[in-house]
């Protein structure tokens, strides 16, 4: 099939009726669309995970499981033709009630995948009917037939293999006769439990979706018209970008734009695949299309912050020219499945903060078996209350002079971990959370507005 689009559509984009409908028009103005990711209806994620966590009061979750009868009803009341819908819809609550009371009693990380899954489920079986309605001929797929995955749950790794082979077999030949309604998020382990790729895998699903289906386009819709210089709500002055490389997107969701998912430009990537981020309450304002080859390759591009931050800072004499002491603590920590984002030692001292993983919210943890293994090591301080200012742009290891430009901007401000020079898209470093957003707004006047 020629000009093969793949559509995915977040929660805020799906909220409503209203939402549902701006989505269908989207779909209509465009018959490259043939598949459409969606994700679960605006703050039903945050309701189902707190249910995950596991809701002892019999009242607490009986109120939560009202909160998201009352999302989903809001939106059904408004369909023609809903009782086929709502049964299913209400199926899947009854599964949603039954696991909470489960969760309530051993919660794990297995159960919080099958659980928070639900949302996702429950959302396309209403805009595949909403489209159906506006005489779209579209049907329902359940994902987890071809996003197959690892059993890491809360974090599952995707088979790219698998889902290639069974979206070609499945999900292509579907396309040719329907516009496809599928869900983000979730997947299948090789044994058919449900699984999820982390809060945000949306995006990434839908980009692996979309290279398993040999897709000619990606679209991402959200609720601000593409990516901006900075997030608009910290500083009004902040301006979209038309264009931008895979690399330079890349580091902007690696280092906190809430835009896209960390992993989702990586099939994208793979697969040459352009990506276009755009508004679906505007779509009429445009966006912003990612590409492998941009036009223009500016020093600044723009500014990222990624709060929730924690800093374990380890320290011991016998780093002192010693051999293997950073291995021993990489070991200990890969024994323990933490995931390292940034680093910087002295001779004596290494800190190093940690990657957020997983469906729940909150800063990164250190688990405590990894803690003692690493104090019978060195003395190990974990901070948090931390957040992370990235600045993206073009050869910046190799220019000269910004780097003063940058901290002289915030000579008033404590910066903690500073990274330069190991990447030539970024510069980085911790602020505490209290002058995170000022330090993002001098930046962005000082950088982007004179």
């Not at 596991?54 to 009868?69: D, P, Q, W, Y």
């Not at 199926?91 to 928070?116: G, Y």
């Not at 995006?203 to 897709?215: H, N, P, W």
């Not at 903060?353 to 019978?376: F, K, V, Y």
Request: a negative charge.
């Amino acid at each position: 099939m020629s000009a093969f689009n793949v559509a995915k559509f977040g929660g805020t984009s799906v909220a409503d009726f209203e939402s549902m409908s701006r989505c269908a028009a989207i779909i209509e103005n465009n018959p490259s669309t043939r598949l459409v990711v969606s994700s679960a209806c605006s703050g039903v994620t945050n309701l189902l995970v707190e249910l995950a966590n596991g809701v002892s009061e019999a009242s607490r979750r009986v109120e939560l499981l009202e909160n998201i009868h009352a999302i989903h009803e809001a939106i059904l009341t408004q369909l023609n033709s809903p009782d086929a819908t709502r049964a299913e819809v209400q199926s899947i609550l009854d599964t949603v009630a039954n696991l909470a009371e489960a969760a309530s009693i051993q919660p794990s990380a297995k159960l919080t995948d099958h659980l928070v899954a639900c949302g996702e489920l429950m959302s396309t079986h209403i805009l595949t009917q909403l489209m159906c309605e506006r005489g779209i001929s579209a049907t329902r797929f359940d994902i987890r037939d071809v996003l197959r995955t690892d059993d890491n749950y809360g974090k599952a790794e995707p088979n790219v293999e698998m889902i290639a082979q069974l979206a070609q077999n499945l999900l292509a030949p579907l396309c040719q006769q329907y516009v496809v309604i599928t869900q983000g998020f979730i997947g299948a382990d090789d044994e058919g439990n449900t699984t999820t790729l982390g809060r945000g895998g949306s995006d990434y699903s839908a980009a692996l979706i979309a290279e398993g289906v040999r897709a000619e386009g990606l679209e991402i819709w959200t609720d601000v018209p593409g990516i901006y210089t900075t997030d608009p709500r910290i500083a009004e002055k902040a301006q979209p970008i038309p264009e931008i490389s895979f690399s330079e997107a890349s580091e902007m969701a690696n280092f906190g734009a809430k835009i896209l998912h960390p992993s989702t430009l990586l099939p994208a990537l793979r697969h040459d695949i352009p990506v276009f981020v755009g508004s679906s309450k505007a779509p009429e304002k445009g966006g912003t299309w990612i590409r492998h080859q941009v036009e223009s390759s500016p020093l600044f591009r723009a500014l990222a912050l990624r709060c929730n931050q924690t800093m374990v800072t380890l320290r011991s004499a016998n780093m002192f020219h010693a051999y293997g002491f950073l291995a021993k603590v990489f070991e200990i920590l890969a024994k323990h499945k933490v995931s390292v984002d940034l680093i910087t030692t002295s001779e004596i001292s290494v800190s190093l903060t940690l990657d957020h993983t997983g469906t729940s919210g909150g800063a990164p943890q250190l688990p405590q078996a990894a803690r003692e293994e690493l104090e019978d090591l060195c003395s190990v301080e974990v901070e948090q209350g931390l957040c992370l200012v990235a600045l993206i742009g073009n050869n910046m290891s190799q220019s000269k002079g910004y780097a003063k430009q940058v901290f002289g901007t915030l000579e008033d401000v404590n910066l903690r971990m500073i990274c330069y020079g190991a990447s030539a898209h970024n510069l980085c470093f911790l602020v505490n959370e209290s002058a995170a957003r000022l330090s993002i707004q001098k930046l962005h006047k000082e950088l982007f507005e004179n």
